[in-house]
Each structure stands twice: as structure tokens, then as C-alpha cells.
């Protein structure tokens, strides 16, 4: 499986393994958050 | 700078304008919109020695998965953040999201629509820490944050890192503070 991408300023890309082991890092503890209802509304 | 004044009924020339257009107190720097599905969004070169202080505005950033907290990070650094995410929604729950010598800062919950965030960008530059603070709000829920990078390092990038799925659309505007 491919790595997730990166965008720097106009590029991007697959993310190095360094980068997406940095990444795993600093997302680690990200979870759902308690009381989230999806909501159908316009962007 | 000091502010320019006018008196009653005097010409505004061209170079009065000018001089009144350079005067403003917060000044675009530059833009980054979303480009494919990224994980990470960074936009370089952002920080300068012109401003000290910054103004980040998320223009109706979407992600392909709602519900969890996006975080932030400076200068491609990945330790020694420290800081508080709140939130609360419509249909009730809130909570907190703390980061503690984390690898990013907490900041805001993403979703597939209308995730927008004001923050001010302390001294991200000077070889301080830099210190982060606002307002961010998604579908149904809103919130405040509040952090630093606790390192005394120039930092010239802000990222903005999905805590789950992709970055999908949206625009991230940078401004500074103009010095007096």
C-alpha cells in the first residue's frame, strides 16, 4: 500500500516512510471525538 | 511606521494612498490551496523576518473523514509541543484534546464540510518559542485552542496535518502583522 501524500506549496506526493512515520507520530492520538453527528450541509 | 493622518478637506494624492495602503495593520503574505488528497498540507516559505507575528485564516478546508482533531505543526519540527484543544457540538459531548511534548499540536476537529479556523502565529520566525491561539469551528461543533512550540528555533513553514483520512479542498491565507 502506497504511502499518504504530502503537499508542499503547488507539489505533491507520496510521503517518504520517514515522513509518514513522523506523521503516524504527531497523529497518534487523534480519535472521534465524543457527540460527532456527520451533517449534510453545503461546503 | 507612524499612522498617517489627514485634515478636513485636503487632496488625497496618489502618494497619500500609497502611503495609507502601506500602512495597513495586517498584510497578505500568501496562499495555499488545496492540491489532490493530502495528508499533510505545508505551506513554506510563510514566515519571514518582515512580521513578527501572523494571522492564518482556514478558508472552508474539507477532509474526507469528520470527526477528529487536525493538528498543526511549525517548521517541519515534530516535538515539543505543548497545549489545549477544546470542543464542544451541537448535539452534545464535548471535550479536550491536550498535547504534551507531542509531535504536533492539537487544534481543531475536521470535517467533510465548512472546517474553518482563525489562529494568530506568535514569533514563529525569532529563535523563541512560538505560540499558537484560536478560534476553529466544522459542521457541528466549535472550539478554541491554545499551544506552543516550546523550542527556540526560525521557523519559515506552517503544516497542517488530517488526524485521520485526507485533506480534500479549501484554501489556508497567511498574513502578517505589520511592525510599527
Known amino acids: 500500500m502506497p504511502n499518504p501524500f504530502i503537499q508542499i506549496g503547488n507539489e505533491t506526493r507520496e510521503m517518504t516512510d520517514d515522513e509518514f512515520a513522523e506523521y503516524q507520530e504527531a497523529t497518534k492520538d487523534a480519535k472521534l471525538i465524543d457527540g460527532y453527528v456527520p451533517l449534510d450541509i453545503p461546503n | ?180
Open chain 2, 1 to 180: 511606521m507612524s499612522i498617517k493622518t489627514y485634515s478636513a478637506g485636503e487632496v488625497l494624492t496618489a502618494a497619500n494612498m500609497n502611503t495609507y495602503s502601506a500602512n495597513s495593520g495586517l498584510v497578505y503574505v500568501t496562499s495555499q490551496t488545496v492540491s489532490g488528497t493530502p495528508s499533510i498540507l505545508t505551506v513554506p516559505d510563510c514566515f519571514n523576518s518582515t512580521y513578527d507575528n501572523y494571522r492564518i485564516v482556514f478558508e472552508r478546508i474539507t477532509f474526507s473523514v469528520g470527526g477528529y482533531s487536525y493538528t498543526l505543526r511549525v517548521g517541519g519540527y515534530n516535538t515539543l509541543y505543548y497545549g489545549v484543544e477544546t470542543y464542544d457540538t451541537s448535539a452534545g459531548g464535548g471535550g479536550v484534546t491536550r498535547s504534551h511534548n507531542a509531535a504536533a499540536l492539537y487544534f481543531g476537529v475536521q470535517d467533510s464540510a465548512s472546517t474553518a479556523c482563525t489562529l494568530d502565529v506568535i514569533n514563529p520566525y525569532l529563535e523563541k518559542s512560538t505560540i499558537m491561539m484560536g478560534l476553529s469551528m466544522g459542521a457541528n461543533y466549535g472550539g478554541w485552542s491554545t499551544g506552543q512550540h516550546a523550542n527556540a528555533v526560525s521557523c519559515t513553514s506552517f503544516s497542517l496535518l488530517a488526524g485521520s483520512g485526507t485533506i480534500t479542498g479549501g484554501t489556508i491565507y497567511v498574513f502578517g502583522y505589520r511592525k510599527v
